[in-house]
């Protein structure tokens, strides 16, 4: 199956006096599953429309292939684009829908009505072929969007939050849906979403954008367990965030002080390089956050809020020690343990091995 | 809730062009068919009948062609740049067609503009002669119903979904094949019906044809006006008005079969619907023929300088800005100028000289003048408050609630619009005549709200439909009674479309002259009447001036309606 390599090279684009997307670098490999995450305003559906031709960069360049398409128009850059809202064309059939790029690169009909029906099958709606977009479901209108993608093999598709207007089960559905697809076709797929957890689950790498920049690049592990700044911290996940000052530095591992309860500790580097004395915050997951009866660890604090939700229990706690923000644990939902109370005092610790040592660039 | 608009619609509506429907069959000795005899004795009639369709048709397509980018550039400009443009549309749409008639008597005189800036640019020596003909009627009915045009093919253009050009974009199709694969046949049902909307509005009309055109560019409406103010012939007055209705009725029908008239109510026709009825080959052909237009536009796309393709898709292209800002110049230009020659002492001759007030004086010092306005005024602001007091609880009844046959009463409500304004003035006025209310500001209000009640329950129902009918539940769940929620929440959230449908009404009165033109006369008349009278008598300066009054208060109105109508967006 046709698939492309995407180069972004210090793209730029501004509005004005607002800087949409300062200038930005990206390399997207051949059949590759990039998602562009972040909040609201922070430039991915910007970087999104630039690479697709719908909006012109000030600065910077893009290449498909080596090849530079940053000046050619939408409709000779062979990219997809699956819209937020489907775009679905509401005057013609589903078929008709989906047989307009074959049309538009005068593909011989019989050709493509055996490549509709195909596409068709794929996204598993063989029946609708015949009626019109407003007849269908929002989750059927997302796959026939998807169809019309897919069938005339773009070399990279581009989808900008197309699971945004579905209800959480059928979103579920569809990530694996999307995900059998890019397996099967193994098309170069960039993917925008502001949610964090979708991210996690369908790609190969996230680019996690703030404020028009990349905050960092790389495997849904590198940005869960080894954040490079605060903002990844908060943003993939909950965490818990002490400060401390950095003690010494010795290969991977870190001697550490938390500043609050004056207690030293060790962490591990986050890949960044660290200096002694320099003041640091440290991540430590929920789930990570060993919880006791009072007595021992790290901590001590009162139960402020229990919640279960499903499979997971969360303890929002109150640290006894002056200063320390609310903090968070979570463990496996068990049948039958001793209930939580609320007032309860706990001990709470971690692994040296789950503390992550992050720049403080303070939040 | 419905009964007082059905009551004034069958007093004033259904049985007045009964009447005149009658009279054409039923004359003074029983039964006859004489005026029909006479209608279609020698070519005349129908000769006027041509002539109509030909000059209606003519309008109707310069109309929908130039009105077309107009829209299309209004559907996509920025929120500022949107609110300028339809100012200087709205403008025009508001202001009189006798005013804007008159001033192309002005600007097309022997020695109006144009004829000095042809002579003074060496392209003519002497003055042509460019009134009274097939152009200059031309000009004067695009100019009048161009607006009328873009307002109905803009409500359309402004639901379309931006993003669906751009996905055709992504999807391989250059800009030429986007546009009329995609975009153009989602602006059809706009463009259909804005076609209707002046092709029926310009067969009705008089006023340009009367004003600008010679005696070959007489139109249907003018025949019917002389055999009822010069002979009295009642009898064929009404064979023509049957003439003229047929012609209507058998356009709308032809519509109707062709798109569904729901279209035209705002509510959209079913998707499904529309393809089906025009199924088979000929959307096949319309496919091909759009296909092939698409072809062509970006063969000529790709013969332009490469810089001007590869502009950025978001910015509309200077030739549809330069196109749009011409046009719209050439609709407002001539209500303009006429400002200047209001305050000249050269009369209406280009250029203006001096500056005096003394038009402004003659018309003031002239009772006939001043107790016109008045009596304008006065109707007006009678036909708005009537209008809406009968007009409202219909369209509440519409929208709101589930009565049988919604569709055949909306039709009814709208009939005043499709019915020629014509054939119901001179029906009041044979009924007004045996009423004794010929002459009356009853008379004129009665007869004014028949006209501007469906444009009332047409606002009415687009502002309840976008109502939250929830906020109503909140109130009552919240312990208020129907009048305390109708009074604190429904009525306060409705304002500004009640104040937008009662100043529509209210300028429908006030520029409304056909049934004004039989039921008034002297100190009674109404200031379009008043117009009226002078004009046809003599073209004077004193008429700039109130052409000036006349625009500048419309020019106002707009902009308070605009104003109240953006405070009530914001909240």
Known sequence: MVSSSLRIHELCKRYGDFVALAPTSLDVAKGEF?????????????MLSLIAGLAHPDEGRILIDDTDVTHSPAYARDIGVVFQNYALFPHMTI????????????????????????????????????????????????????????????????????LGALDKKLRDQMQLEIKRIHRELGTTIVYVTHDQEEAMTMSDRICLMNAGAIEQLGTPQDLYFRPRSVFVADFLGESNLLSAIVRRVDGEGLDIVLTEQAAASRAVGNGSRFAAGEPIKVMVRPQNLVVAEAG?????????????????TRLYIAPETVGLPQLVAAHPTRSGSAPYEIGQRLSLGWHAADAVAIHDGGI | MGAPLVLLLVLFLVYPVGQLLLLSVYGDNGFTLAPYRQLFASSVYLDVLLITLKISLATTLVCVVAGYPIAYLISVVGKERKATLLFWVLLSFWTSFLVRAFAWI?????????????????IISSPASLLYNFGSVLVGMVNALLPLAVLTMLSVMENIDRTLPRAAATLGARPGMAFWKIYFPLSLPGVTAAGIMVFVTAIGFFIVPALLGGRRETMITQLIIDQVQQTMNWGFAGAISVLLLVVVLVV????????????????????????????????????????????????????????????????????????????????????????????????????????????????????VWTQAMLRSLLVGIGTGLLAMLIGTPAAFLLVRSDIRGKAAWLAFILSPIVVPRMII?????????????????????????????????????????????????AAQSLGAGPIATLRYVTFPILGAGMMSSFLFAFATSFDELTIALFATGGLNATLPKQFWDEVTLQVSPAIAAVSTCLFVFMGLLIFVAERLRRRAAAR
């Open chain 1, 296 to 312: 021992g660890g790290q901590l001590s604090g009162r139960i402020t809020d229990v919640m279960i939700s499903g499979s997971l």
């Open chain 1, 95 to 162: 078929e008709d829908n989906i047989a307009f790029p074959l049309k538009m690169r005068k593909v011989a009909d019989a050709e493509a009505r055996r490549r509709t029906a195909e596409a068709l099958e794929t996204v598993h709606l063989p029946h609708v072929a015949k009626r019109y977009p407003r007849e269908l479901s929002g989750g059927q209108q997302q796959r026939i969007a998807l169809a019309r993608c897919i069938v005339y093999r773009p070399a990279i598709i581009l989808m900008d939050e197309p």
């Open chain 2, 106 to 122: 002005v600007l097309l005189g022997r020695n109006g503009v144009i004829n000095k800036l042809l002579i003074s640019l060496g």
């Open chain 1, 34 to 46: 990039l998602t562009l995450l972040g909040p609201s305003g922070s430039g991915k559906t910007t």
């Open chain 2, 425 to 473: 003035a001179v029906g009041l006025f044979y009924v007004f005549a045996q009423m004794g209310l010929v002459g009356s500001a009853v008379g004129l209000v009665l007869g004014h709200t028949v006209v501007a009640v469906p444009y009332v329950v047409m606002t009415m129902m687009a502002v309840l439909r976008n109502y939250d009918t929830r906020l109503d539940h």
């Open chain 2, 252 to 367: 709308f029908a032809a519509y109707d079969r062709l798109l569904g008239l729901s279209t035209m109510t705002g509510a959209s026709a079913p998707r499904n619907a529309a393809p089906s009825r025009l199924s088979g080959p000929f959307t096949k052909a319309g496919d091909a023929l759009l296909t092939l237009l698409g072809a062509i536009s970006d063969r000529i796309i790709l013969l332009l300088p490469s810089r001007r393709r590869d502009r950025n898709p978001d910015q509309a292209g200077m030739g549809l800005q330069a196109f749009v800002w011409t046009m719209l110049l050439i609709i407002s230009a001539p209500t303009i100028l006429m400002i200047p020659l209001s305050f000249g002492t050269g009369g209406l001759n280009w250029p203006p000289q001096g500056f005096t007030l003394h038009w402004y004086e003659t018309v003031l010092n002239s009772p």
